[in-house]
């Protein structure tokens, strides 16, 4: 997914990608990511969980407008656990 | 430089790793075997900025969830192999009916999607950030493969123009990437 992230950043669409397995997603290196503490199958969000859906979009879309170069990264923190 | 060029290195340690890996699969050692994946060294930092505010840019949506449309579509077969074969993804309509979509892929647990399909096919949340004004729209359809695709070059060399070509048909200026 990360390569798609930096084909399709590479002829001028924005990116970002949610990742719920850094160290895979970072290895190719994509142009911003949003690392969540969520479940592969749910990256987006727990089912029904209306907010957490919600913030995972919207810190995507926080990052593609607002990241200042190649490489950014939106990482949940501990509190989130 | 692009990830293209970068294959010409790769694709000899691929090739070395496909003999090591191959005859470890059918023994259930698929740990083993992809311990020693090569994995794809990238060199160059493409980045691209809006040149308008997202609530007026035109999103599209990617996702390895391996959704195809019951009854309309081919289903993905099986897992990605080890050959040439090309990745192939399917154009879903942001407004199918649901009740038709089916998920091809096995290398996940269906369960969340089950209960609440916008746990990995976000399509209310996202009609909800078009609706509240947070982006300006969506795309006609979100673009689905499969995921786990151990050989990159048929990715990169044909999949990913063609998902650029279908984005670019939809005029979308920015994409959210959802893997599974």
Do not use: F, M
């Given at each position: 997914m990360s390569l798609i992230a930096r084909g399709l950043e590479a002829e001028g669409i924005a990116t970002a990608l949610v990742s719920v397995m850094p160290p895979l997603s970072s290895s190719a290196r994509p142009p911003r990511q949003v690392i969540r503490r969520l479940n592969i199958g749910a990256t987006v969000g727990r089912p029904h969980d209306l907010e957490g859906q919600r913030e995972t979009l919207k810190r995507m879309i926080s990052l593609i407008e607002n990241a200042e170069g190649h490489g950014a990264v939106d990482k949940d923190s501990k509190r989130n656990e | 430089m692009s990830d293209a060029a970068q294959l010409d290195d790769w694709q000899p340690k691929f090739e070395s790793w496909v003999e090591f890996a191959k005859p470890l699969l059918p023994q259930g050692k698929a740990r083993e075997a992809f311990a020693e994946y090569p994995w794809f060294t990238t060199v160059g930092d493409p980045f691209v900025t809006l040149s308008k505010p997202a609530s007026e840019c035109r999103f599209g949506l990617v996702t390895t969830g391996g959704y195809s449309i019951d009854g309309e579509q081919e289903p993905f077969t099986g897992l990605p192999t080890f050959g040439d074969e090309v990745p192939e993804f399917r154009k879903i309509p942001t407004d199918v009916d649901r009740s038709k979509l089916v998920i091809n892929?096995?290398?996940?647990?269906h369960k969340y999607a089950k209960e609440d399909?916008?746990?990995?096919?976000?399509f209310d949340r996202l009609n909800e950030l078009v609706d509240e004004g947070v982006i300006g729209s969506l795309s006609n359809e979100t673009l689905v493969l499969m995921g786990?695709?151990?050989?990159?070059a048929p990715l990169i060399n044909e999949t990913i123009p063609e998902i650029l070509a279908a984005f670019k048909a939809d005029d979308v200026e920015a994409a959210l990437l959802v893997p599974s």
């Open positions: - | 892929h096995h290398g996940y647990d399909i916008n746990a990995n096919l976000p786990l695709q151990p050989n990159v």
